[in-house]
């Protein structure tokens, strides 16, 4: 259809009886060429500041060293009293649920898939799951939406 148009306006151009009304199809339609190669463009831009966010959130939450001890606590399958203690004793404990609570609050996990989301989000959802003094922690400090992504029963 546009390789069609374009010949045609190559052919009318060339007998000079370019109509105003065929002149103003051609435009529409140019205009309709370049919305789409701009919806392209931004729709191409969008994918990749949500790759470069998905990156850096995933070497965050992944590879922070800070966050490395927090996993490792929370990866043991025992709940003993101790295991807890040293759970919630953790200086980065604190930082690694507030960092998850504010993902969610913010909204940002929503602009990811359902893979993307088990792929990043999945694993500290297990880790945090898997502890009766994580859960409490979650529901203690008032982190709803947490608790609520991560499906732990509030008070409410």
């Known amino acids: 259809m546009i390789l069609g148009n374009v010949l045609d306006l190559q052919f009318l151009l060339f007998q000079k009886t370019l109509t105003s009304e065929k002149l103003m199809e ?3 339609l140019l205009l309709i060429i370049l919305f789409l190669i701009l919806f392209i463009i931004l729709n191409s831009i969008n994918v990749s500041v949500t790759s ?6 995933h070497e965050k939450l992944n590879n922070d060293v800070k966050f490395r001890g927090v996993k490792s606590l929370l990866n043991c399958e025992d ?3 101790s295991l807890n203690s040293k759970i919630l ?8 649920v507030s960092f998850l ?10 602009s990811f898939s359902k893979q993307e ?3 990043l989000f999945g694993e500290h959802s297990e880790l945090l799951k898997r502890h009766q003094v994580t859960r409490n922690y979650i529901v203690e400090r008032n ?4 608790a609520s992504a991560l499906n732990i029963k509030t008070n409410d």
């Open 79 to 81: 709940d003993s009293p």
């Open 117 to 119: 989301l088990e792929t």
């Open 101 to 110: 609570n504010s993902l969610v609050n913010m909204g940002t996990l929503n």
């Open 52 to 57: 470069s966010l998905f990156i850096q959130l």
């Open 89 to 96: 004793a953790n200086e980065n404990f604190e930082e690694y």
């Open 26 to 28: 051609l435009l529409l």
């Open 143 to 146: 982190y709803t939406k947490l």
